[in-house]
């Protein structure tokens, strides 16, 4: 049989072409040190390369996210470590204000300084972590403890933080709700939270805060005991 000169060249030609696409590949193959190029070169192979590439990158995510639970963690504890000296402190001056040698002017001071020590612990709850959301807000965005009408300290989160996923089965609780950390405090059969605490025990010490030295004692006493529960 006679082939024309057309089909041969053009059959010549496209030998030529594919040639050159499989020395292309080739080449790129060498130089990428990767012997798949596209899933149809390797079905099955590139199917599995694209499991482990999944696993790869949560492995990486999983990796940032117990960074970030460490550094939560840390937060919350060196906060925590803060809201106890603070506390002790206000024992210390409770223990103090209860003394029969205290004056009036004594008590005053006692009760500036619990004030101060208020507005340290509103500070120090209201901080914020590594992604601008409220340390002990649980689930809320807003600050975790607000100020209302006369200075009186409120909890204004919600819900419980979620945890930090750490493997496809595994999360760490890195922090707690606000309200369970600084509340539900019990004194004198019902339940209170610390800075209501507080806040009454620099009231009752302040000048005209109490009408009676009984009063007062009992306050002192109230407030003691929730400053042990706390």
């Known amino acids: 049989m006679q082939i024309g000169t057309s089909y041969s060249y053009d059959h010549g030609s496209a030998l030529l072409r594919s040639l050159s696409d499989r020395a292309a590949s080739l080449q790129t193959t060498i130089s990428l040190n990767q012997r798949i190029q596209t899933p149809s070169d390797d079905p099955v192979a590139a199917a599995r390369i694209a499991v482990i590439d999944r696993k790869l990158g949560d492995m990486q995510q999983y990796s940032t996210n117990i960074t970030l639970a460490s550094a939560l963690i840390a937060q919350s504890d060196s906060a925590l470590e803060s809201v106890q000296t603070q506390l002790q402190r206000a024992r210390e001056l409770a223990m103090r204000a209860a003394s029969d040698t205290m004056n009036d002017g004594d008590r005053a001071a006692i009760s500036a300084e619990l004030s101060g020590i208020v507005d340290d612990l509103f500070a120090i709850v209201n901080q914020r972590d590594a992604r601008d959301t409220p340390l002990f807000g649980g689930t809320g965005t807003g600050d975790a403890f607000v100020r209302g009408a006369g200075g009186v300290v409120s909890y204004a989160g919600s819900g419980t933080p979620p945890g930090v996923p750490i493997s496809a089965t595994g999360s760490i609780a890195a922090t707690d709700a606000g309200d369970k950390l600084f509340g539900g405090i019990s004194v004198n059969g019902g339940t209170t939270d610390?800075?209501?605490?507080?806040?009454?025990?620099?009231?009752?010490?302040?000048?005209?805060?109490?009408?009676?030295?009984?009063?007062?004692?009992a306050r002192i006493e109230d407030g003691l005991a929730g400053l042990g529960a706390a």
């Open 194 to 217: 610390m800075f209501t605490i507080l806040t009454d025990l620099a009231a009752a010490l302040a000048p005209g805060g109490t009408p009676d030295a009984a009063t007062l004692r």
